[in-house]
C-alpha cells in the first residue's frame, strides 16, 4: 500500500514535539531514525512480561525469552535472506560489527605487506578499524578514488585488487553524500580474485531490500537504530565458512563450549561470537522495527522516499549560491548541500532555532570534506515519516537564512 | 578601564533589549561582521583551534600588563560570539583572566554554543585564552 503519512505520523509521538514553539521537522535521520510505538511496545513487554536469561534454560522464562531471541535470529535471516540463521550474529551495531571483522578476520588471514581495500567515501566506523588492524599486521590500507560527483571510480578499483589484496571494506550507501554503490558488481570483481567483501550496510537496510546471497558478499554489517528500532543493536552477517574459521572477538559466557584452567573450547555459530548475556530486549525491539518496515513494503517506503529526494532536491536548487555535495547517478535519501556564503555551522544554528534538526559538519567522514574542500555540509536526511510539507517548512528556513547572512 | 565583571553585566544589559531570538542571531552577526579578525596571513595552523565544525584562530600579546587578544573564525556566528569573548577579556590582567567565570554567556543564552558536543572550538577558545594569561601571569 502506498505510504500515507498522515496515519503513519501516529505510530511516532516524538514527531508531535515543538521546538520554540514550532513543529519539529525532523529531517537526521541518517544519523538515527525515530521508532514507532510498536517498537516501544516490545521493549516494554519484554521487560514487563518476559525477562529472562536465555541460553540458560532449566525455567519457563527462560525458554520463552530463549524462544523469541532465536525467533529474531530468523527475522533478520530471512530479512537479508542470509543462508542460515547461524549465520546472524548480533553486535551493538553496525561499527561493532565492523570491528569484529577487523579484529577476527585480520589476526586470521591478514600477515605483513598485505592490503585492505576502502574506498574515499567511508564513515570514520570504516576507516578506523582497518587503520588498526593494518598497524598491528603491518598491512597496507588502501583507498579506493572517488569522483566530483561522489561515485567511486571503479576502473581505479579494478587496478587495486591484486595479489596482496585481503579483504575489500566499503559502504553499501554514503551517509554523507546518499550515494549508492554498486557493491553487487564490486563483490564480483573481488571474487574473480578471490578477494572477500565487507559491507557497511548501516545506510542502507532503513531504504532498500537487501539480499546477501544476491550481492554474494562475505560479510553484511547493519544497525536496529538507523531502521526504527532500538539504538544500541546491530547485526553482522558473515558466511558461515569464514566465520568458522575466524578466532572469537569478545570472550566469556554463551560463547564457550567447555571451560577448563587450562583449556577451553569455544561453542558454535552463532554463540561464539556472542560473548556473554545478549541484548535480548532490543534484539527483539530492532524485530518488531523489521517487521514494520516490511509491512510497509521497500517498494513503498523506496518510492515514497525517491519521491522526496527529488522533491527537495528540485526545491533547494533555486535557492542561490547553493552547491550541492554529493550527485551520483544512484543514491538514496541524503541531501548534502552547502551556501557558498555561508558557513554550514552558521546555517545549522539558524535551522535548529526555526525547529528543523538536520545535521551540519563533516558527518564522521572527514575525507570527503577534505576531498571536496569544505568545511562541511548541512544534510538532510529523510525518512518514510517525512513529508513534502516539512521540505517546504525547511525551504522558508532556508530562505531566512539567507536573508540573515547572505 | 572597566573590569571583567563589568563588561559582562554590560553585554547582559545588552542582550535584555531583545526579545527573540531572530533579533539576538541578528545582533551576534552583525558582531561578527564587525570584528577586525585575523589577516589571512596570521590565520595559520599554529593559532588554530579545532573544533569539528568551525575553525577558530586565536592570538593572544601581552603590553603593559595587560593581554591583548585577537580571533577568527569560518563562521559567522561563532566570530559573532568571539567577539563577545574578546570584548570581556581583552586588555585585562592576567590574573583577573585566569578566574573569570564567563558565566554571562549563560545569561545570554549562548549556552548552549559552548557544549563540547558543538564542537565549533568556541569551549576550547575559552580554554586557550586562560592558557594564555596563565603563560604570562607565570612569565612575570
Redo the contacts between chains.
Keep these: 500500500m502506498p505510504i500515507h503519512t498522515d496515519t503513519l505520523r501516529k505510530a511516532f509521538p516524538i514527531l508531535e514535539t515543538k521546538v520554540?514553539g514550532r513543529p519539529l521537522v525532523y529531517f537526521d535521520n541518517a544519523a538515527t531514525t525515530q521508532k514507532p510505538v510498536s517498537v516501544l511496545e516490545r521493549l516494554r513487554n519484554y521487560y514487563e512480561r518476559e525477562n529472562s536469561n536465555i541460553h540458560r534454560g532449566a525455567h519457563f522464562l527462560s525458554q520463552q525469552a530463549t524462544d523469541a531471541y532465536e525467533g529474531a535470529s530468523k527475522t533478520m535471516q530471512s530479512f537479508i535472506n542470509a543462508k542460515h540463521t547461524h549465520e546472524v550474529i548480533f553486535t551493538r551495531g553496525t561499527t561493532e560489527s565492523i570491528n569484529l571483522v577487523a579484529h577476527s578476520f585480520c589476526s586470521k588471514f591478514v600477515k605483513a605487506g598485505d592490503e585492505i581495500l576502502i574506498s574515499a567515501m567511508e564513515h570514520h566506523s570504516n576507516i578506523v578499524p582497518w587503520q588498526i588492524a593494518c598497524r598491528e599486521k603491518q598491512a597496507e590500507l588502501k583507498v579506493i578514488p572517488m569522483d566530483e560527483q561522489g561515485e567511486l571510480c571503479m576502473d581505479a578499483y579494478r587496478d587495486m585488487l591484486g595479489e596482496k589484496s585481503r579483504l575489500v571494506a566499503i559502504t553499501h550507501v554514503s551517509n554523507a553524500l546518499g550515494t549508492v554503490n554498486p557493491v553487487k558488481e564490486m563483490v564480483g570483481l573481488a571474487h574473480e580474485k578471490n578477494i572477500p567483501v565487507m559491507i557497511d550496510g548501516a545506510q542502507a537496510t532503513p531504504h532498500m531490500a537487501v539480499d546477501v546471497q544476491e550481492l554474494d558478499c562475505d560479510f553484511y554489517c547493519f544497525s536496529g537504530h538507523k531502521m526504527y528500532g532500538p539504538m544500541g543493536v546491530g547485526v553482522l552477517y558473515g558466511k558461515e565458512a569464514w566465520l568458522n574459521q575466524m578466532p572469537p572477538y569478545q570472550s566469556g559466557g554463551e560463547m564457550i563450549r567447555e571451560v577448563g584452567f587450562k583449556k577451553t573450547t569455544y561453542n558454535e555459530l552463532p554463540f561464539k561470537f556472542e560473548a556473554g548475556t545478549p541484548n535480548v530486549a532490543d534484539v527483539l525491539g530492532m524485530e518488531t522495527a523489521i517487521q514494520f518496515i516490511l509491512k510497509l513494503g521497500h517498494q513503498h517506503i523506496s518510492a515514497h522516499e525517491n519521491d522526496l529526494l527529488h522533491y527537495a532536491t528540485g526545491q533547494l536548487k533555486q535557492l542561490d549560491n547553493i552547491r550541492f555535495v554529493g550527485t551520483a547517478a544512484q543514491r538514496t535519501s541524503v541531501v548534502s548541500f552547502l551556501f557558498e556564503d555561508?558557513?554550514?555551522?552558521?546555517t545549522?544554528?539558524?535551522l535548529d532555532?526555526l525547529g528543523i534538526a538536520v545535521r551540519?559538519?563533516?558527518h564522521c567522514a572527514q575525507p570527503i570534506m577534505d576531498f571536496y574542500q569544505i568545511?562541511?555540509t548541512v544534510r538532510i536526511s529523510l525518512a518514510v515519516y517525512n513529508t513534502r510539507r516539512e521540505i517546504d517548512v525547511c525551504m522558508d528556513a532556508l530562505t531566512r537564512v539567507r536573508e540573515?547572512?547572505g | 578601564m572597566a573590569t571583567i565583571k563589568e563588561k559582562e553585566q554590560e553585554v547582559i544589559e545588552e542582550f535584555e533589549l531583545f526579545d527573540d531570538w531572530m533579533d539576538k542571531y541578528n545582533y551576534i552577526i552583525d558582531l561578527g561582521k564587525a570584528l577586525p579578525g585575523i589577516d589571512e596571513s596570521n590565520r595559520e595552523d599554529k593559532y588554530l583551534i579545532k573544533g569539528c565544525q568551525a575553525r577558530v584562530w586565536l592570538l593572544a600579546e601581552y603590553k603593559d600588563g595587560k593581554v591583548m587578544y585577537s580571533a577568527d573564525s569560518d563562521a559567522l556566528i561563532t566570530r559573532g560570539i568571539i567577539a563577545l569573548l574578546v570584548r570581556v577579556l581583552s586588555g585585562q590582567a592576567p590574573a583577573d583572566i585566569v578566574e573569570a567565570d564567563m558565566s554571562f554567556i549563560d545569561r545570554i543564552g549562548l549556552k548552549e554554543h559552548l557544549s563540547a558536543t558543538r564542537s565549533n572550538g568556541l569551549l576550547n577558545m575559552i580554554k586557550q585564552m586562560k592558557l594564555y594569561a596563565l603563560a604570562f601571569q607565570q612569565k612575570n
Excluded: S, V
Excluded at chain 1, 555561508?342 to 552558521?346: E, G, S, V
Design positions: 520554540n555561508i558557513h554550514p555551522y552558521d545549522g544554528t539558524i532555532k551540519t559538519g563533516h568545511p562541511g540573515m547572512f
